[in-house]
């Protein structure tokens, strides 16, 4: 059975100067879920915010926090995060030497637990800690910046994964470049949590966010029913 599709905004397109309200809005403008990028400026070239911006917007919104950590090592810092009020936490397997030491670190807080990948790392990576997962976020650019285009590549990857997962109550989400026009292909091939922020917040307003998270989720919902005709 297909999970329903879910949109979840990355605040990173977000204006930082109104963060709060900016949460406030995506939330009211249908958005399903928070996402929250960490970066480090040693795993990826970027650095962005840590727990204490997380617990001072968590209540702006009752939706799911979806923390993606870019951050290497991430294990000191899980503890943090999980009490900055985060609901789920992803590490990078390509961030650490424990990936399953990391996971069960993850699960012993109460959150649910994620790993991402980059475009290059083949799913493999992924398939002994299958049991240990609630998400897979599946990288669609290189990690560290909004706005970079989608590599096509990767559907794939996502079809391969949608196999390994099976029957396990685990979803799949992809990251990096989804707008309606490429919606559509994750969908089909098998993501069913669309992880969007430049997308989301072109326009600038509430009304506006509202109709970049339905175009999204149509396009999402439309090529699956199509793939499964
Ligand atoms: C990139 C981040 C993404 C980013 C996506 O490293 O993980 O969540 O916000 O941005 P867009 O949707 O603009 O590609
Ligand atoms: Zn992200």
Do not use: C, W
């Not at 977000?14 to 879920?33: I, P, S, T, Y």
């Not at 480090?40 to 997380?54: E, K, L, R, Y």
């Not at 917007?57 to 810092?77: G, Q, T, Y």
């Amino acid at each position: 059975m297909d999970r329903p599709i879910y949109v979840a905004a990355s605040i990173l397109s977000a204006d930082f100067a109104r963060l709060r309200e900016e949460v406030m809005a995506v939330d009211a403008a249908g958005a399903d879920r928070i996402h929250l990028d960490v970066m480090d400026g040693h795993f990826v070239p970027n650095i962005t915010f840590g727990a204490p911006v997380i617990k001072a917007i968590r209540s702006a919104s009752p939706k799911i926090f979806d923390v993606h950590l870019m951050i290497e090592p991430a294990d000191p810092f899980l503890e943090a995060f999980a009490d900055a009020g985060s609901d789920s936490l992803t590490v990078h397997a390509e961030a650490g030497p424990h990936l399953d030491r990391s996971l069960q670190a993850i699960r012993a807080l109460g959150k649910k637990a994620g790993v991402a990948i980059n475009p290059a790392t083949p799913e493999d990576a992924i398939e002994y800690v299958l049991d240990r997962l609630d998400r897979i976020l599946v990288m669609t650019v290189n990690p560290g910046f909004g706005g970079q285009s989608f590599i096509p590549a990767v559907v794939d990857k996502i079809r391969r994964i949608r196999e390994m997962v099976g029957d396990r109550p685990i979803e799949i989400e992809v990251d990096g470049g989804v707008a309606p026009e490429t919606a559509g292909l994750v969908a089909a091939a098998g993501a069913n949590v669309l992880v969007a922020g430049s997308h989301v917040f072109k326009g600038g307003s509430q009304e506006a966010y509202a109709a970049n998270i339905a175009a999204l989720r149509t396009a999402a919902e439309t090529a699956r029913s199509r793939a499964a005709a």
